[in-house]
C-alpha cells in the first residue's frame, strides 16, 4: 500500500501578480483570478476523492483551501510548520531582487544564509519535511492535499526526489499559482507522478 501526496500551490494574490515577496504570514489574501483558479483546481481534485485536505496556516493558503471545502464539501485542517519560508528583512521585495543576492553565493552558502529577522533555506526544509513526515505518519494509505506555497513546493524537491540540493534550483521546479504537483510515497520512497501542472487552469 502507499499514500499519495498533492501539493497545490494557493491561488494567486496582489503580491504574487507584483513579483513580490509575501511577508511571514502575510494576512493577504486572493485576488479574484487566485478564487477563480482555485474553483477550477477543485474541479479537477473531485477526480481523487476521497482525500484528505491540509492547508499552511497563512490566509492565502486558507482562503484557497475554504474554496476547495466549499466546492467539495470537504474539511480541512491547516497544519504547522507548511508556511512560506520567514524572508526576515527581504520580505516584500521583488524576487528579482532576492535571487541577484543569492545568485553570488556558493550553494552551501545559500543555504545556511539568514536574512536579517527570517530563516535559512536549510532551516525552513527541516520544518518543511518535520511537517510532511507528521502529515504522511497519519495519513497513511490515504491521498492527501496540502494547500502550500510556491517556495514549499520548490525546497521539497530535493527530499521528495531524492536528489540534490540543485534539485530545487532548476527552473522547472518553480511552481505556478493553482498548480498540482502528485508524488507515490510507499516503501522505496516517493515516486513523481505530476509535477506543475496546470492545464486545469486554461
Known amino acids: 500500500m502507499s499514500e499519495r501526496i498533492i501539493?497545490?500551490?494557493?491561488?494567486?494574490t496582489s503580491v504574487n501578480a507584483n513579483d513580490k515577496t509575501h511577508f511571514y504570514e502575510d494576512p493577504e489574501v486572493?485576488?479574484?483570478?487566485?478564487?477563480e483558479q482555485m474553483k477550477k483546481t477543485?474541479?479537477?481534485l473531485g477526480r481523487v476523492l476521497p482525500f484528505?485536505?491540509?492547508c499552511s496556516g497563512e490566509e492565502r493558503a486558507k482562503q484557497s483551501a475554504e474554496i476547495i471545502s466549499q466546492e467539495l464539501k470537504v474539511p480541512f485542517k491547516t497544519i504547522e510548520g507548511m508556511q512560506e519560508r520567514n524572508w526576515g528583512e527581504l520580505s516584500g521585495k521583488p524576487?528579482?531582487?532576492?535571487?541577484?543576492?543569492l545568485d553570488q553565493m556558493s550553494l552551501e552558502k545559500r543555504r545556511k544564509f539568514v536574512p536579517t529577522g527570517g530563516e535559512s533555506w536549510e532551516q525552513?526544509?527541516?520544518?518543511?519535511?518535520?511537517s510532511l513526515d507528521f502529515i504522511l505518519e497519519r495519513n497513511q494509505n490515504k491521498t492527501t492535499v496540502i494547500i502550500t506555497h510556491g517556495g514549499v513546493i520548490t525546497v521539497l524537491m530535493p527530499y521528495l526526489l531524492n536528489g540534490s540540493e540543485e534539485e530545487a534550483l532548476k527552473p522547472n521546479h518553480m511552481f505556478?499559482?493553482?498548480?498540482?504537483?502528485?508524488?507515490?510515497?510507499?516503501?522505496?520512497?516517493?515516486?513523481?507522478?505530476?509535477?506543475?501542472?496546470?492545464?486545469?487552469?486554461?
Open 176 to 202: 505556478d499559482n493553482g498548480s498540482v504537483t502528485i508524488f507515490e510515497h510507499g516503501e522505496s520512497g516517493f515516486t513523481q507522478i505530476l509535477l506543475n501542472d496546470t492545464s486545469h487552469l486554461l
Open 124 to 130: 525552513f526544509e527541516e520544518r518543511l519535511i518535520k
Open 52 to 54: 484528505v485536505l491540509y
Open 30 to 35: 486572493l485576488n479574484a483570478k487566485g478564487a
Open 7 to 12: 501539493l497545490v500551490r494557493h491561488g494567486e
Open 95 to 101: 524576487w528579482s531582487e532576492i535571487k541577484t543576492i
Open 42 to 44: 477543485a474541479l479537477i
